[in-house]
């Protein structure tokens, strides 16, 4: 088949509190809600149009007249990191709640890894990025020593200046540490690197993330299997570490990942692009930024428009999202929320298809496969909406 599908992940643009979120401290959370509150409205027109305002009430953001396929997705599995969402999307659930350090690393800790990576480390506390850089980047800049930090999710950070500690030695010490901590290694391990002297520094686009495998098969690795082509576009060959993947875009900005998909979207010849646009999350989410979160969402939907007059009978498109970062709680962290799902494809009659569809995030996986090769893969969850 020369079906392609586009699989996009706003990152961080919760719908509303999962049915669990109490037990993660996240009752009450809706992402896009409270930042659209905060702005005075959201102006997303080609959202709009495709049916965002349909899935959940959103300010500034009215009902659409014939809105695409369109529902709100819970996760499966527990947790609220970006690798539970991108894995829950694909099919898998995390096996249960993942090593992490929300108190931060215990310094006696700390000091015995840096001992085995042959460095010393400083820091160990749970941090926002940039809080981090102000905290220890003076420190670390005298030293030499990476700055770890912690969150409530599964992660744990090591940051470093450019000057000190090149961006390749930092992903390999990343690899190092991942490896170092075995069966109790936290989903993934953030590379940061920064630039910049005390008061003005600023990360590069150096990030690497070091992950787990997942712990089973995923929706990738049936189409890996069947001979359809996999690319990822920003940080999901990471989350997924590699595999299921035959080609991976870097995509460190939205900017980027905006340009590599807008690429795809004119050469694909076949296949799954699975794309994720970070800032968001990283740029804007964790700083309760909600005016540069407003102005992502403003590019977002600009080149979405710009998109699906390229996009023809053979094109799924389905934009989601993996997790929350709600502005109005008072961490930093991620929320564990529901996330939307517009999906924009031809129907058997064909006509563009319509109607809700709640489910799990599995369904996006399970709707790619049907999509691109016409069967379904029994022992993954998810039910299709394509």
């Known amino acids: 088949m020369s079906r392609r599908a586009f699989v996009v992940v706003l990152d961080a643009c919760g719908v509303g509190a999962a049915a669990d979120a109490a037990q993660y401290g996240d009752e009450g959370t809706h ?4 930042v659209g509150a905060a702005e005075g409205g ?27 396929v369109h529902g709100a997705l819970a996760p499966i599995g527990p947790g609220k990191d970006s690798i539970v969402g ?40 749970r941090s926002d990025g940039l809080a981090a850089l102000e905290r220890w980047g003076a420190e670390h800049l005298a030293t030499g020593r990476p700055i770890l930090y912690s969150s409530t999710d599964s992660v744990l950070q090591l940051a470093a200046h450019v000057d000190r500690w090149p961006e390749a030695a930092l992903h390999d010490l990343c ?3 991942h490896d170092l901590l075995g069966a109790g290694a936290p989903a993934r391990v953030i590379a940061r690197p920064f630039r910049g002297r005390p008061g003005a520094f600023e990360r590069t686009d150096g990030r ?40 991976a875009h870097p995509a460190p900005t939205n900017a980027r990942g905006l340009a590599e998909t807008g ?22 989410g964790h700083r309760q930024d ?54 924009r494809f031809v129907g058997p009659g064909g006509a563009p298809a319509r109607g809700r569809h709640d489910g799990v995030l599995a369904d996006v996986g399970a709707s790619v496969l049907r999509w691109l090769t016409g069967e379904t893969e029994p022992g993954l969850p998810g039910t299709p909406f394509a």
Do not use: C
Request: hydrophobic share 45%.
């Open 175 to 177: 690899r190092a540490l």
């Open 290 to 343: 909600t005016a540069g979160f407003h102005a992502a969402l403003r590019e977002i939907d600009a080149a979405v428009a710009d998109w699906l007059p390229r996009l023809g009978a053979e094109d799924l498109l389905v934009l989601t999202a993996d997790h929350g970062v709600d502005p109005r709680t008072e961490h930093r962290d991620h929320t564990r929320e529901l996330v939307p799902l517009l999906a």
């Open 208 to 247: 690497h993330d070091v992950a787990m495998p997942p712990p089973g098969p995923s929706y990738l690795d049936a189409l890996r299997d069947r001979g359809v082509p996999v690319h990822g576009v920003g940080k999901v060959a990471d989350v997924f570490a590699g595999r299921g993947f035959d080609v």
């Open 263 to 284: 690429r795809l979207v004119e050469e694909l010849a076949a296949g799954l692009a699975f794309v994720n646009l970070v800032e968001t999350d990283q740029r804007y």
């Open 86 to 125: 991108h894995w829950g999307l694909m099919g898998v659930a995390a096996p249960g709640p993942l090593p992490s350090w929300p108190d931060g690393v215990p310094d006696e800790d700390r000091d015995r890894w840096g001992a085995a990576l042959g460095t010393g480390l400083i820091g160990g506390r």
């Open 42 to 68: 959201l102006r997303l027109p080609t959202l709009e149009a495709l049916g965002l305002g349909d899935i959940t009430p959103l300010p500034g953001v009215a009902p659409a007249g014939a809105p695409v």
């Open 31 to 34: 992402t896009l809600r409270h």
